[in-house]
Each structure stands twice: as C-alpha cells, then as structure tokens.
C-alpha cells in the first residue's frame, strides 16, 4: 500500500508565496518521477512542474521564474517553492508519483488528495 498526502496549500494575497510539500510513504522500492499538477475550476489539469529522480525538471511556461520544485529522495517527498503568486495560479494542487514497488515491477501512478491554493487580494 503506497500514501501520498500533500500540505502547505492555503489563501495568499498576490505576489505572496506558499510551500506545497508532498510526502509519499508505504511499500516504496523507488521513486521515479515526481510532479505538480493543477486544476483550477472549469479548466483541465495541467502539469505545472516535475522532477525525475536524476534530477531533469520542467516547468510550465506559465510559472517559469516563479516557482521551484525540489525534492528529497531520503524522506520521499517534493516541494514546490511557488513565489509572486497571482490570481491565476488559484487552483487545487495535486502531487503525482511515478512508484515502483518492487525490482523489475513497472511503475504506478499514485496520487494526492490534492490540496488547495487561492491567491486573491
């Protein structure tokens, strides 16, 4: 059984930041890929940043300059670092792995609960 559960989403005014963290835990062999997605209501989910276990990220056009994801591959858990918030990055936040959970077992998606942001003044 794998868990991933994110925290740090909450209400901020423009320009302000938050700290999303993303902690994955259970039956882990490794962790390939990590991701931010976002769902802001009407719209479909978009891929806002990733990181793979090598350390290759990609970032949306949209937050380039603005946000950073890092992670820690000994606690199994990402960051997303997002500054100068504006209205447009509200959305519900949703954090995705790429798990493997054992030696030759193909990888699983496995998702958050997703977690809210609003930037509003």
């Known amino acids: 059984q794998v868990q991933v559960v994110e925290s740090g989403g909450g209400l901020v005014h423009p320009g302000g930041s938050l700290r999303l963290s993303c902690a994955a835990s259970?039956?882990?062999?490794?962790?390939?890929?990590m991701s931010w997605f976002r769902q802001a209501p009407g719209k479909q989910r978009e891929l806002v940043a990733s990181i793979s276990s090598g350390g290759t990220i990609n970032y949306a056009n949209s937050v380039k300059g603005r946000f950073t994801i890092s992670r820690d591959n000994a606690k199994n858990t990402v960051y997303l670092q997002m500054n100068n918030l504006k209205p447009e990055d509200t959305a519900v936040y949703y954090c995705?792995?790429?798990?493997?959970?054992?030696?030759?077992?193909?990888?699983?998606?496995?998702w958050g609960q997703g977690t809210q942001v609003t930037v509003s003044s």
């Open positions: 995705n792995t790429a798990i493997t959970i054992g030696p030759q077992i193909p990888p699983t998606d496995v």
């Open positions: 259970g039956s882990i062999f490794s962790i390939n890929v």
